[in-house]
């Protein structure tokens, strides 16, 4: 089946093609800003959540804090993951959309350059 | 009993309804195993948050809140922090580089045979486990809700079984992710019921439920103690708590990324960009879900207390306890029905990734070269699959009966599937140097180590009292923590880079510009 359903365009792309658009600065372009955006996105979410575990395991002390009413330290630590899951979605689809622009134009240019082959 | 058995018996009748729509509107490999990659966005974000939101969450992490406090609310915090993952990594390039598996992203440019065969086990193993677990807790939870009814533990367990079949082997992939979205939204529904249920009984106002929350009274070693549930170290406790919690967090953040049953639904979808937004629906759905369960955990606490939920049934029960002390045995039922509607849908879900793995990794492209034989082929290997996987895993459930503990099963699938398949998916997707090699070690290293520390650790080897047989070896645990996420998901990272650095593999590293290409743009993807 892997071999038989090859109708959309890009399919019958050969390996010179792959190599022209990875090279393209328009693609490379993009590859860097989606970097830019989701290596220090992940890192930043990645520390913020294993804060949490380290916290409550380490500095049981700590998280007991009453901050207001009964509610601790521990307990809003562990909601503001929630938000802050959250604030990273919503940034994401933001950048997304400047990366999905860019993604159009550069297969608009292989689309033409495939043309002008024929 | 009677409103129970109503809401269910109109839950599976509606199923049966899509099943057959289904069966009659999918056509050809992509509409069984892709659902004709028409789902939209709010659709596949309710699917997936429903392949999620299993009974292990409703019913077990409510259950640990409301017998372990904030502990039990740290599994929470995973369960919808494990989605930044997927958002951020797996789901878009996903997408663009497969058509139904995992296993379509690895073999892009290894050897495929030696990949897709190891790929298309650790699926199996992950979803098999997973699938026991949930059908123990089927079986056990009718027994419990149903105890006068007649109906058994083993009767159950058959019922779910038979209905997962159905589903998968007449409705595909669109069935499933239909009969799951109803699902998610009965279970949201229910959950925000009852969240409502307990603020009422604090006259909508969280510091009265926060400060009962911080004084629940129980008995520990026959003597009565007074616990604050919003502090830490009821559950996790010195000297190994601290990175048994880490390894929890690991087993989630990669885990959930692995999952094979998570993955296969973002190829239902049309596109990449398609995928990332109903990401972002499920972030949305589990979120509040998971928030919610912290209510209704210490709601639970407070209202029916540790006491009565560890006579009544267990941590388990605490969820469709909590139902009956706010709004009597009419809520208790609906609670229980949709619990059980959730394990079905799960199971479901399970089912049709283990039978696609089967048919299209191994079947179609470790036996038979990546060529069918005939055009439908993959589809009818993965129909009779899952009726294969439906069998045994039946019978593996009323084998191992309702007294085994069906977490431990579902625990030991996300290890496997955090230590073996997250490391190799990324290191394909974003390495260069990644390679055949390098993917085998992963795999296999990842597998045999998380299956291996699990039985040597707290869950199946330890001492217990004089007439109590709860663990498989009488004997000091070697391994002292439950989650061995701490240990493993490094050795398989460490066994899927060196494996890639020891050996050359000039194919994989030129494929790596036509991979990167079509992983970022869409490029050719179908």
Redesign the interface.
Known sequence: ?????NT????G?V?KD??A???SPE?KH??AL?KAF?LP??VI??FY??A???A???A?GW??A?IV????L??LF??S??LV??I??WL??GA?TRF?AL?KD??GS?AKRSEEKK | MIVSLSVFVAFVASTLIITYWAAKRSRG?SGYFAAGRQISAWQNGFAVAGDFMSAASFLGVVGLISVKG??G??Y??GG??A???I???VAEPLRNLG?YTMGDVLAFRMNPRPVRALVAISTLTTTLFYMIAQMVGAGALVALLLAGSGITYNQAVIGVGVLMIVYVVFGGMLATTWVQIIKAMLLSACTLALAILVLRHFHFH??EL?????RVAYHQKQQLVSS?F????LF?KPPY??????S??LIF?FGTAGLPHILVKFYTVPDA?TA??S??WA??LI?TF??LT?VLGLGAAVIVGPDYILTHGGTNMSGPLLAQALAGNIFLAVVSAVAFATILAVVAGLAISASTSFAHDFW??VIHN???RRPGE?VKVARIAALAVGCISIAIAILVGPASNAGIMALLGMAVAASANFPVLVLSIFWRRFNTAGAIAGLSVGLLASIALIVVGPNFMGIDAAGVARHLIQAKPLFPMENVGIVTVPLGFLAAISGALLSSDPRAQ?KF??L???A???????
């Open positions: 089946m892997d071999s038989t359903e959309k365009p890009g399919q792309a390996q792959w190599d658009i990875a090279r693609f993009l590859v989606k989701i996105a992940f979410f990645f959540y294993f949490l575990p380290v409550v395991g380490f049981p998280m007991s009453r009413g009964g509610v601790t521990g307990y562990a909601l993951q929630f899951g959250g990273i979605a994401y689809l997304s999905d993604t550069i297969l292989q | 490999t904030l502990d609310f740290l929470s915090v919808f922090i989605y930044v993952t958002l951020l990594l058509k969280f510091g926060f400060s009962a929350a911080g604050n919003l502090q830490p170290g996790y708590g601290a990175f048994d919690l880490i929890m967090g953040i960009k990332r937004k990401v972002v972030m949305f979120g998971y928030v912290s179609v492209n990546g060529e069918e993959s030129s510009n036509e990167i290409v079509r970022n743009t869409g490029l050719g993807a179908e």
